[in-house]
Structure formats: structure tokens, C-alpha cells
């Protein structure tokens, strides 16, 4: 348990739905984003503005079932109080996993050394109606080797520019991707991946673009090119926020 009266950096393990949420990080006019969330939540336990610290940033409509945060602050209530407090308050589709006070120095962002995420799919016809909040559906199962084969192509440190979704990003959009696991498992298709990081939209980019190749729109050697371009315009569509996950970092 904290001492009264000390300030201290605490970690969280966050899971959410993010269906209905405009994305993890603040909104102007909005109190509906993730971030928004938690921090009114500590505000209101502390009695003090609170700021919560995500290890990333996931978009309106993305999900995560491992999300690390931190923050400082106040509070005489031990970990599993402030866990029990804070699932007490935050709406049904934020789930507070786990509360741990850590080093001051700290940080979820900065200190994370890889992240993973996974894209999933549903092949089929028929609607998928219980999990149609959580996955792409396509009508046809497209062709995993062709995409395996992209995606070798696609691992390893490169100038991602063509899989960013943000035309005015200033900083450098090289980014290092060390596994890219497709898998069909009955009627779900899942893209898992892990990096040191990833760009704006980069995740869903690189889903779009490879359910192109396994449709037959593109051949995997036109990864190459499409990397060397450095042009969004030439990349595939940008899959729908519903299906990506972010599953945990590393630390």
C-alpha cells in the first residue's frame, strides 16, 4: 500500500471494447475516448487532475485486451483498492486488469520495446453476428500462402511512409516489424504483428494491403516497390478499425 501522502507511479493493465470510443487519446469537446475515461475516474479518487500515460495511442473503434498505462499520483488506497475502485466507476466496456505501483521513472510509452497486434478477419457468407464488432468480414477466404509470402517481404526495418495514414508526419516512418503470423483457423483469418512500433493506421494498412495480395490484386513481389515508393496512394485500403486488437508490450 502507498504511504498517505505520497506521490506515486503506478502501472495499469488495461482492457476495452472500443467500439463506441473515439480512440484512446483525448478528444477536444469530447469526454469519449479511453484516456478521457480513466483520468476522470483518478481525478475524481484523488481529488486531483490526473494524467494517464498509454503505451499507444489505437484509434476510434480499435480494441485492446493488454493495454499498459501509468500514472502519478496521491492516494492512501492500496493497489487492489484502487482496481476495485476504479472498475466500480468506469463504464462496462473498460476493464481495469491489474494495478502495481512501479518505479517513478516509468514510463509505458517510452520504456516499451515492442508491441503486438492482432487483425482479425471472418470468412463466410453468413453474418457473423456475435462478433461482428470485432472482426472484417469477407466473403471469400483469400489465399494465405500468396499473403505469407508478402509478408516476408514486409518483416524487417524499413520506410514504412506507404503504410502511414498520416501525410503530414514529420518524424521518421521508419519502423522495425519483426513478425507478421497469418493464420486461418476455421472460419477466422488473423493477422498478428509485432514491432518496436507502429505508424498511424500502419497496422490496418498492412491487413488491407495483404488481403489484397491474397485476393489476387496484387503479387506478393510488389511489396518491394510499394516500400521503396514511400506513397500511402499506392498502398491497399485501410481495414476497418473493428477488427484490430492491441494485444500487449513488451518491457
Given amino acids: 500500500m502507498a504511504e498517505n501522502g505520497k506521490r506515486q507511479n503506478y502501472k495499469f493493465l488495461i482492457a476495452y471494447d472500443g467500439t463506441r470510443y473515439l480512440g484512446w487519446e483525448h478528444q477536444p469537446g469530447t469526454d469519449m475516448t479511453i484516456q478521457g475515461k480513466l483520468e476522470n475516474v483518478l481525478s475524481r479518487m484523488t481529488g486531483t487532475q490526473v494524467e494517464v500515460i498509454g503505451a499507444g495511442r489505437t484509434d476510434a473503434g480499435v480494441h485492446a485486451r493488454n493495454m499498459t498505462a501509468n500514472a502519478h499520483m496521491i492516494t492512501s488506497l492500496g493497489e487492489e ?133 491474397g485476393q489476387g490484386k496484387r503479387e506478393p513481389e510488389s511489396m518491394e516497390a510499394l516500400i521503396e515508393a514511400r506513397d500511402r496512394r499506392l498502398a491497399g485500403v485501410t481495414a476497418p478499425a473493428c477488427g484490430l486488437c492491441m494485444m500487449g508490450s513488451d518491457y
Avoid at 96 to 104: A, E, L, Q, T, Y
Avoid at 152 to 159: K, M, Q
Wanted: aromatic share 12%.
Fill in 81 to 213: 483498492e484502487i482496481r476495485d475502485y476504479m472498475n466500480s466507476y468506469l463504464p462496462e466496456d473498460i476493464c481495469i486488469k491489474d494495478v502495481r505501483i512501479c518505479s517513478d521513472r516509468f514510463h509505458s510509452r517510452y520504456n516499451a520495446l515492442g508491441k503486438t497486434y492482432r487483425y482479425t478477419c471472418y470468412v463466410g457468407r453468413l453474418k457473423p453476428v456475435f462478433d461482428r464488432k470485432y472482426v472484417w468480414t469477407l466473403e471469400a477466404a483469400p489465399d494465405i500462402d500468396r499473403m505469407r509470402q508478402a509478408a516476408a517481404f514486409l518483416t524487417g526495418t524499413h520506410d514504412f511512409a506507404s503504410f502511414c495514414g498520416n501525410p503530414r508526419m514529420k518524424k521518421s516512418t521508419v519502423r522495425k516489424v519483426d513478425l507478421i503470423d497469418i493464420v486461418l483457423k476455421g472460419s477466422y483469418l488473423t493477422l498478428t504483428f509485432h514491432g518496436t512500433g507502429f505508424l498511424q493506421y500502419m497496422v490496418r494498412i498492412l491487413t488491407g494491403t495483404l488481403i489484397e495480395v
